[in-house]
């Protein structure tokens, strides 16, 4: 199977723990990889175009972070990254004679509303911006989403498969990630309770993401939106406790919202990557038969803790 990746975030997403499964892959906009890769930008579609002919899968990950204040600069980046990449993907493959089976486009669980009581999926989930609780600054984050679903959707794309990815935040050891960031803070003594503790954490673990792409590639009968997240959100308290009790840390000072609103401007971030309350499910993978590896926060974050232990340990050698 040839797979053609546009972002080295998962690379390797159907060969899990380092077990080959047969498959090529083609990951482009990186310097280094183990495998074949090409370069290609968001501007028009080049000769990278090609290599798009007779793969099985697409998954476009493109993205500028959204972990950044929300500067009038930074929010085109944003918006212009996801858009256009979504576009001249879109272009390749109405160039090729023969077109993938299937497109895996990144899209994310952020355009569920606000909510602390009904969770969000794919049928049921209220898309946000609307919320009276909510502040005016969170609907930027819900009108890109629903621009990056309205481009995906306005590709023709005709005989691939498409898939809408609604992403909860992935956890992983790396250096750089949410989990690293979050786990950051407990071993300084800082990972208490954010805001009042009550908005609810959707995630869902690396192994799990992988393997979802894995199980979407191979089902031909799934299309449309698919939530990626684990079933068993959990709140903010419950979370960050998880975290510290995992890591062995007795102490997790809270912090407020004011503390928070402080703290997001000094490292260039925002406040609603903490204290919006994303409570989303799964329902279209549970009900297609997906089998969680790690369902529950306590099990995930044990053996995410012990795997940032391992890796630092490694990189010191």
């Excluded at 004011?258 to 260039?268: K, T």
Aim: with cysteine; glycine share 8%.
């Amino acid at each position: 199977m040839r797979i053609a990746r546009s972002s080295w975030d998962t690379a390797g997403a159907c060969v899990p723990q380092g077990r080959s499964r047969g498959h090529r892959l083609w990951p482009a906009d990186t310097e280094r990889a183990p495998w074949r890769v090409e370069q290609w930008n968001l501007a028009n579609v080049a000769d990278w175009s090609g290599k798009l002919d007779g793969s099985d899968a697409v998954i476009n990950l493109a993205g500028r972070s959204v972990n950044c204040r929300y500067t009038p600069q930074n929010r085109k980046e944003i918006l212009q990254s996801r858009i256009e990449s979504v576009r001249v993907v879109g272009e390749a493959i109405s160039n090729v004679q023969r077109p993938p089976r299937v497109w895996l486009q990144a899209s994310t669980a952020t355009i569920y509303a606000h909510t602390y009581d009904a969770p969000n999926d794919e049928v049921s989930g209220a898309i946000g911006g609307a919320e009276p609780d909510a502040p005016v600054t969170w609907r930027f984050s819900i009108d890109v989403a629903t621009a990056w679903e309205k481009a995906f959707d306005e590709v023709p794309a005709r005989g691939t498969r498409k898939v809408k990815l609604r992403s909860a935040m992935t956890m992983s050891p790396d250096a750089g990630g949410i989990f690293d960031t979050l786990l950051a803070l407990v071993r300084r003594g800082l990972g208490g309770t954010s805001g009042d503790g009550r908005q609810y954490v959707s995630w869902i673990h690396e192994t799990d993401f992988i393997r979802a792409i894995c199980f979407l590639i191979e089902r031909d009968d799934i299309d449309g939106v698919v939530n990626l997240a684990t079933p068993n959100p959990v709140t903010n308290r419950e979370f960050m406790a998880g975290l510290r009790r995992e890591w062995g840390a007795n102490i997790g000072l809270p912090s407020a919202k004011w503390m928070l609103e402080i703290g997001a401007a000094f490292l260039g971030t925002e406040t609603e990557l903490i204290l919006k309350s994303r409570r989303v499910i799964p329902g279209r993978l549970l009900r297609e038969g997906f089998s969680f590896a790690y369902p529950d926060w306590p099990e995930a974050a044990r053996e995410l803790c012990k795997r940032w232990k391992e890796e630092r340990q490694r990189a010191l050698r």
